[in-house]
């Protein structure tokens, strides 16, 4: 009984100090809706809000589907670039050979935009989901790796210290202070690369694709229907947001503790 | 009593060619066990360098530094450290952090259960087991910092100014706190400060550090009985101490 009405109270916490963001959406739509007769905007330019939500529920199946495509496509991708970028980032980080030789590779190769491989990887691996996970993985690696490797070069000088006083040896250090102290500084890696990982899986799907929400939008806009682009563009945001909000709640699961947390919390 | 810890012609000298930096040294010292020696000198004399290199964290350029007439080589790991920034993790509560220095040295925290209160109760922590040090003021995270940096019960502590972050108050609080701990099982304890006051009121001895190169310029035994609380601070013999240090300081241009 408490806890319901401590969820209700919650709740109505949220709306009160929200209200002015909703009440910006819904200026914004019917700003949209309405602005459209107003100024005689041809609907294949663009489409009111209301006739996206009508066409794009008659086509609601096949974007469904396509959403799982792409999602597929991009939370594998996204996956294995944690992994990879974790595993070079902390190998980087104790190897001095490695930290002269890949880290400044890596630092290069930042700097050239991920996305121009795309059509060779198409080339080379067809059609299918591979090229597409490895485009995603691309471009989500580098965030995740140059982040990594700070993080785990970031120890302060007093804990490096209290460490070797302990004489611990070096796995344990790692799992009771190295590790949890670089999670912060990795995990503004992680979300930077969640935000890259849906336009990876879309540009890649433009360039070559028989499925999947950007062969969708290229598809539609050719046919000259925008009102099904914007509802591909509206499962394409849902997708991002879904696996932004997902690292996100990783990280207030996994480090509550965490100072910039608090703050938002507050 | 014995001698425990002897240095001598101890020497650290940074960098090479035109960028040398000669930090410290050389100097002499010889510790008592269960002294309570404060270093004491301006800052940049060099006196975070004689800790460290006290506690094996870092490799003098020449002398030798005898624990028990065994020599330093490569940390130490029979001691107690603590540094002006505390070394408590984000992540764990105060008694988490008070358990971190006993499991990175593989000791048997079931046995150490009543001690991690004990030692909590004699700073007033005892109800602030379970908060997180950013939970904490300043002063409370650094008298959790002591238990951390006590609770595995070493004979020797090194504290390099762990109160040098702190207002006036809270300082002076901490001050009887230490030298409660202290007084319960008489380790030995190096404190590096650039506080007269607070060098005085603690230590058996005090060891004035020169400004760079930082050599010991005097030692000066502080014969006050302890505990010395605000009635020894009133005293005139508390004063001539803390002149004493002053005109010091002054000669030298410190202050």
Known sequence: MASSKNKLSGFLKWIASGWMLILFFVLFFLFWEYSIPLF???RYILPAPTEIVQKG????????????VTGLETIIGYAIAII???????????SSILRRTLYPFFVSIEMTPKIAFAPLFISWFGFGLLPKVIIVVLVCFFPIVLNAILAFNSLSNELTLFHRSTGANPLKTFFKIRLPAAMPQCFVGFKYAAINATVGATIAEFIGSDQGLGFYISIVTGNMRPDLAFAGIFFLTLLGLSLFGFVTLMEKILIPWHISMKRINK | MDQFIKINSLKKVFGEGEDEVHAFGPVDISIKSGEFVSVLGPSGCGKSTLMLMMAGLLEPTSGEIYFDDKSVSGPKNDIGIMFQDNTLVPWRTVEGNIKLQLELRNLDISKYKDKIFNILKSVKLEDFAKRYPSELSGGMQQRAAFCQAMIHEPNTILLDEPLGKLDAMTREKIRSDIQNLWMINKPTVIFVTHSIEEAVQLSSRVILISPRPGIVDREINIDLPYPRDLSVKR????????????EVFHEYGVI
């Open chain 2, 235 to 246: 005293s005139n013999k508390f004063f001539e101490y803390v002149h004493e240090i002053q």
């Open chain 1, 84 to 94: 990879l970028g974790l595993g070079f980032g902390i190998a980087i980080s104790f």
């Open chain 1, 57 to 68: 529920s008659a086509d609601i199946d096949k974007l469904i589907y396509y959403t799982g």
């Open chain 1, 40 to 42: 005689d905007v041809p």
